[in-house]
């Protein structure tokens, strides 16, 4: 028996979706278990392929006497190996033997098309790994950006979800109102997207590695374009009462769920409460789209919080002010479909894949 099959799977077939149901897949993978995610819609697929150099597989897995779960792939050709199918945040189910029984009907489709390996990335909670282990996925290395996160209860009117946000948030918005710090939400022209990018570029300096500032344009104007992003910029008057840009955001939206994924501030004192302020707008925004639940997109693994020695202890801190609970996946999956691909794939070609992407496309090949 192949990894990753099994008696449960026989029950689940996976297909590609038709005409009609790529047309309709954002509404589609919002009416998969848990709601959907913002990371298997289209807006998500047509950029990773439009500037990763992703294909994309819109998947949809008929389970009998269960709704259809429908699944975003994105997927690579690698010379004399076949494609790697990548499962964002994915894939849906209403447990761990759901989430299972759908990546099976997956593997299965994936194999059938040649493909050598499938990587997932499951929202059930971190103990749920024995169950992927078991079933003979390997871990492997993350690419959604987060693996442990808070999640933010935006639903009811927005006095309700103000007054459950944490005091300390609370706090720093209330001070940012007084310090006339105002935050808009604005257009994703080329000349906002590059404000935005600036500050990026000023928060990673010396943290982390950015990509080259074009895949964030495109990125940002293609959520818009589909009605599903959000740039939000917050300023500040200066002594002359001239307002400054002191940071700025994106968000993404996909159903009943929002997430937040870019976001910088200038590192000065006197912009204090200008995140709060910014991420309170988020809120608000998500809360009148109607959504249930915000991502705050990455913290801290739950027993490293108080780790000061983490890299994201600060940025976890902050969003913590906000819910306290943080919330840790399964983790990423690796599933080797074609044995002797996925042996020299890790051992030599994940490695030569990603330094000739850094080397030819100044880009992470992920």
Same mark, same amino acid.
């Given at each position: 028996?192949? @990894?990753?099959?099994?008696?449960?799977?026989?029950? +689940? $077939?996976?297909?590609?979706?038709?005409?009609?149901?790529?047309?309709?897949?954002?509404?589609?993978?919002?009416? *998969?278990?848990?709601?959907?995610?913002?990371?298997?819609?289209?807006?998500?697929?047509?950029?990773?392929? +439009?500037?990763?150099?992703?294909?994309? &597989?819109? #998947?949809?897995?008929?389970?009998?006497?269960?709704?259809?779960?429908?699944?975003?792939?994105?997927?690579?050709?690698?010379?004399?190996?076949?494609?790697?199918?990548?499962?964002?945040?994915?894939?849906?189910?209403?447990? $761990? +033997?759901?989430?299972?029984?759908?990546?099976?009907?997956?593997?299965?489709?994936?194999?059938?098309?040649?493909?050598?390996?499938?990587?997932? =990335?499951?929202?059930?909670?971190?103990?749920?790994?024995?169950?992927?282990?078991?079933?003979?996925?390997?871990?492997?290395?993350?690419?959604?950006? *987060?693996?442990?996160?808070?999640?933010?209860?935006?639903?009811?009117?927005?006095?309700?979800?103000?007054?459950?946000?944490?005091?300390?948030?609370? *706090?720093?918005?209330?001070?940012?109102?007084?310090?006339?710090?105002?935050?808009?939400? #604005?257009?994703?022209?080329?000349?906002?997207?590059?404000?935005?990018?600036?500050?990026?570029?000023?928060?990673? =300096?010396?943290?982390?590695?950015?990509?080259?500032?074009?895949?964030?344009?495109?990125?940002?104007?293609?959520?818009?374009?589909?009605?599903?992003?959000?740039?939000?910029?917050? &300023?500040?008057?200066?002594?002359?009462?001239? @307002?400054?840009?002191?940071?700025?955001?994106?968000?993404?939206?996909?159903?009943?769920?929002?997430?937040?994924?870019?976001?910088? %501030?200038?590192?000065?004192?006197?912009?204090?409460?200008?995140?709060?302020?910014?991420?309170? =707008?988020?809120?608000?925004?998500? *809360?009148?789209?109607?959504?249930?639940?915000?991502?705050?997109?990455?913290? @801290? @693994?739950?027993?490293?919080?108080?780790?000061?020695?983490?890299?994201?202890?600060?940025?976890?801190?902050?969003?913590? %002010?906000?819910? !306290?609970?943080?919330?840790?996946?399964?983790?990423?999956?690796?599933?080797?479909?074609?044995?002797?691909?996925?042996?020299?794939?890790?051992?030599?070609?994940?490695?030569?894949?990603?330094?000739?992407?850094?080397?030819?496309?100044?880009? !992470?090949?992920?």
């Amino acid at each position: 028996m192949l @990894p990753g099959s099994g008696t449960a799977a026989a029950s +689940a $077939v996976a297909r590609l979706a038709s005409d009609t149901e790529i047309a309709n897949w954002d509404a589609l993978c919002a009416a *998969n278990p848990g709601g959907g995610e913002v990371w298997s819609g289209d807006p998500y697929l047509r950029v990773k392929c +439009a500037e990763g150099g992703y294909r994309a &597989h819109r #998947v949809i897995v008929e389970r009998p006497g269960a709704t259809p779960v429908a699944v975003g792939v994105l997927a690579k050709r690698v010379p004399l190996l076949g494609e790697w199918w990548h499962l964002p945040a994915g894939p849906a189910g209403e447990d $761990v +033997a759901r989430v299972l029984e759908v990546a099976a009907a997956v593997a299965a489709l994936a194999r059938s098309r040649g493909a050598f390996l499938l990587k997932m =990335e499951p929202r059930t909670g971190r103990d749920t790994r024995a169950a992927f282990h078991a079933a003979g996925y390997r871990d492997t290395v993350r690419i959604i950006p *987060n693996p442990s996160t808070i999640l933010v209860d935006v639903s009811g009117t927005a006095e309700e979800v103000f007054k459950r946000i944490g005091k300390k948030a609370r *706090n720093a918005i209330s001070r940012a109102g007084r310090d006339g710090i105002v935050v808009t939400r #604005v257009a994703a022209t080329d000349e906002h997207c590059a404000a935005l990018f600036r500050l990026l570029q000023e928060t990673a =300096e010396g943290r982390f590695v950015l990509r080259a500032e074009s895949y964030y344009r495109a990125f940002w104007q293609t959520f818009e374009a589909a009605g599903a992003g959000q740039i939000f910029l917050a &300023h500040r008057p200066d002594e002359s009462g001239t @307002p400054q840009l002191v940071a700025g955001a994106f968000a993404m939206a996909l159903g009943q769920k929002t997430t937040y994924k870019d976001g910088a %501030s200038v590192r000065a004192k006197s912009a204090y409460g200008a995140s709060h302020a910014l991420q309170w =707008e988020v809120i608000r925004w998500a *809360n009148e789209r109607g959504a249930v639940l915000h991502d705050l997109c990455g913290a @801290p @693994p739950s027993d490293r919080v108080d780790d000061t020695t983490h890299p994201l202890h600060g940025v976890g801190q902050f969003k913590r %002010s906000f819910a !306290p609970e943080i919330v840790d996946y399964a983790g990423a999956f690796d599933l080797p479909l074609k044995p002797w691909a996925f042996a020299f794939w890790g051992k030599l070609g994940d490695r030569l894949a990603r330094r000739l992407s850094l080397a030819v496309r100044k880009d !992470p090949y992920y």
